[in-house]
C-alpha cells in the first residue's frame, strides 16, 4: 500500500513537472510571436516613416500680392489662353538641402523639419503653345486674388507643403482658369494622388542616377494608366533629381509635354 501511495506520488508530480514544461514552453512562443511583432512594427514605420504626415499646429493664411510683385519687376501677368496643363513634382530632399548652410526659413519647417516627404507637388502649371522657351507667355497671374482659408491650407498641406507655395501656385497658376481656389487645389491633388511615384526610399536610391532611369521608373509605375515618354519631364540640376513634370489635356488626360505653335 505504501509503495502504491508513492508510486502514485510520482506519477503525479512526474504529470505536474510536464505540464509546467509545457506550460513555460507555450508562453515562451507568445513571447517570441510580441517580440517579434513589435520588432516588424517598428521596422515597417521605419520604412514607411515618409509616407506618413505631421501636420503644423497652427495655419496662418497668407496672401500673395502678384500687383505688387509685378509692380516691382518681381512677377509678370500674361492672360494667354490655356492650351494644357503641367503637374510639376518636386523632390523634396533635393530641394531642402538647398538650405543647409544658409539657414531652413520657418515656413519651411513643416516640409523639411517635421516630416520627410518624397515628390511633392510644387504646382499645376497652365501652359500655353505659343510660349516655346519663353515662360513669361504661359498664362500667370490672371488675377489677383484674396488669401485661401485655413481650412483649405489643412487640406492640403501634406501635397503641397508650404503655406506661401499653396497661396502662389494658385494665384500664379490657377487663377486664370479656375474661378475658386478649392476648385483649383482639388485638381491638382486629385492628379497628384492617380499617379503611382516611387517612395521616398527608392528616390534616395535614384536622384543621382540619370533623368532617364527616374522617367522610366515613372513610366513603368503609371503604364497602366496610359502614361509613356512624350508625357513626363524630367529635370536633373547638377547631376541631381529636381523634379518630376506630367502633362495633360485641357480634359485631364496625359498629352506630350512637347507642345509649340
Not at 78 to 95: G, I, N, P
Not at 125 to 138: F, L, M, P, Y
Not at 180 to 185: G, R, T, V
Request: proline share 3%.
Amino acid at each position: 500500500m505504501s509503495y502504491s501511495n508513492s508510486y502514485s506520488y510520482k506519477s503525479d508530480y512526474s504529470l505536474e513537472n510536464g505540464g509546467l514544461k509545457q506550460l513555460i514552453k507555450k508562453q515562451t512562443r507568445i513571447l517570441a510571436k510580441l517580440l517579434l511583432a513589435s520588432f516588424l512594427s517598428l521596422y515597417i514605420a521605419e520604412i514607411y516613416a515618409d509616407q506618413s504626415c505631421r501636420l503644423p499646429r497652427h495655419f496662418t493664411p497668407w496672401d500673395y500680392d502678384s500687383t505688387a510683385a509685378i509692380d516691382k519687376g518681381k512677377d509678370w501677368r500674361s492672360t494667354q489662353k490655356t492650351d494644357y496643363w503641367m503637374l510639376s513634382l518636386s523632390w523634396s530632399k533635393a530641394f531642402c538641402d538647398r538650405f543647409e548652410n544658409d539657414g531652413l526659413p520657418k515656413q519651411l519647417y513643416h516640409q523639411c523639419l517635421h516630416n520627410k516627404f518624397g515628390l511633392v507637388v510644387h504646382g499645376l502649371w497652365a501652359q500655353s503653345r505659343k510660349a516655346g522657351s519663353n515662360v513669361k507667355i504661359h498664362p500667370r497671374n490672371c488675377h489677383d486674388t484674396s488669401a485661401i482659408p485655413a481650412e483649405q491650407i489643412q487640406k492640403y498641406i501634406c501635397e503641397i507643403p508650404s503655406v506661401k507655395l499653396i497661396q502662389k501656385e494658385w494665384e500664379k497658376h490657377g487663377s486664370c482658369d479656375f474661378s475658386h481656389s478649392a476648385q483649383y487645389l482639388s485638381k491638382t491633388s486629385e492628379l497628384f494622388n492617380q499617379l503611382k511615384l516611387p517612395s521616398r526610399e527608392e528616390l534616395l536610391k535614384l536622384e543621382y542616377t540619370s533623368w532617364k532611369k527616374v522617367k522610366q521608373r515613372i513610366i513603368q509605375l503609371n503604364r497602366s494608366l496610359g502614361l509613356n515618354s512624350e508625357h513626363v519631364f524630367v529635370k536633373f540640376r547638377k547631376n541631381r533629381l529636381q523634379e518630376v513634370r506630367v502633362c495633360y489635356d485641357l480634359r485631364y488626360q496625359f498629352t506630350s509635354c512637347k507642345q509649340q505653335l
